[in-house]
C-alpha cells in the first residue's frame, strides 16, 4: 500500500509519537491511503484536497479518524459501490472490502487498534444483520 503523508511525513510521524487524532482516506482497491493529523486538514474531503485529487473523490474511499486506542470508520457506502443492484448486498460488500482495507492499512502504519463505526453510521448495519443472520 502507498501511504501518503500531509503535509510531511515527518508531520505525521510527529502526529503518531505525541498520539494525536489522525484522518486517513484508503482507496477502494486498498493500493492507496493518504494520512494527515486531524488538526491539518479537519475533514476527509479537504485532506483529499490538499492531496490533489478532487474533494468529490470522497466516495472511493473509505474513511477513518483513529489514534493509538481506536479507529473510527465514517461508514458512508455510496450507491454506486461495486455496482452492486441491491443495497443489503451492497452495504455487506462495503463493509467487508473496508473492514480489509482499513486494517491492512493500520497494521502497515503499526496501529493494532479496534476498528469501530459510530452509531450515527450504524443504520446501514443494522438493515443487513435484522432478520438476516445465516446459520
Not at 473510527?72 to 455510496?78: A, I, K, L
Not at 443495497?87 to 502497515?108: M, N, T
Request: proline share 3%.
Amino acid at each position: 500500500m502507498e501511504i501518503i503523508s500531509y503535509p510531511s511525513k515527518e508531520r505525521v510521524k510527529e502526529g503518531f509519537r505525541i498520539d494525536e487524532p489522525m484522518l486517513a482516506v484508503i482507496s477502494f482497491d486498498g493500493k492507496k491511503a493518504i494520512v494527515a493529523q486531524v488538526e491539518d486538514s479537519f475533514e476527509h474531503h479537504i485532506l483529499l484536497k490538499q492531496a490533489g485529487y478532487s474533494e468529490l473523490d470522497i466516495d472511493k474511499f473509505f474513511r477513518i479518524v483513529f489514534d493509538k486506542t481506536e479507529a473510527n470508520w465514517t461508514f458512508v457506502c455510496p450507491a454506486d459501490y461495486k455496482n452492486v443492484q441491491f443495497k443489503d448486498y451492497r452495504i455487506r460488500a462495503f463493509y467487508k472490502d473496508g473492514y480489509a482495507a482499513i486494517s491492512d492499512f493500520l497494521q502497515e502504519i503499526g496501529y493494532l487498534v479496534e476498528i469501530k463505526i459510530p452509531s450515527r453510521y450504524s443504520r446501514h448495519l443494522k438493515m443487513i444483520t435484522d432478520d438476516s443472520a445465516v446459520l
